[in-house]
């Protein structure tokens, strides 16, 4: 079993900055990709950004220039850095990671349960 737990969210104006932490834990063998993803009350969830287990990186347009995701593969941590923030960036924010657990052949999805982010105008 896979467990992630996201941290980091707040309340924080507009212009201001957080940064979310997501800590993967369990049987984990191997990852494909940590990603963030964001839903807002009324809408989809959408995706925010991912990292790739060779360093690549890849970003939303609609965060691009604000956002950086990074990573620390030892601690199988993810961190969203959260820049000039936006009162559009209200959400609650969920970490996903693609791997495959130690002993199974298939890869898998994991979701945490979410940190609220809400920009204030």
């Known amino acids: 079993q896979v467990q992630l737990v996201e941290s980091g969210g707040g309340l924080v104006q507009a212009g201001g900055s957080l940064r979310l932490s997501c800590v993967a834990s369990g049987s984990i063998d191997s990852v494909n990709s940590m990603n963030w993803y964001r839903q807002a009350p009324g809408k989809q969830r959408e995706f925010v950004a991912t990292?790739?287990?060779?360093?690549?990186?890849n970003l939303a347009d609609s965060v691009k220039g604000r956002f950086t995701i990074s990573r620390d593969s030892a601690k199988n941590t993810v961190y969203l850095q959260m820049n000039s923030l936006k009162p559009e960036d209200t959400a609650r924010y969920y970490c996903n990671i693609y791997c495959r657990p130690v002993g199974a052949r298939q890869w898998y999805d994991y979701w945490g349960q979410g940190t609220q982010v809400t920009v204030s105008s």
């Open positions: 990292i790739f287990s060779g360093g690549s990186t």
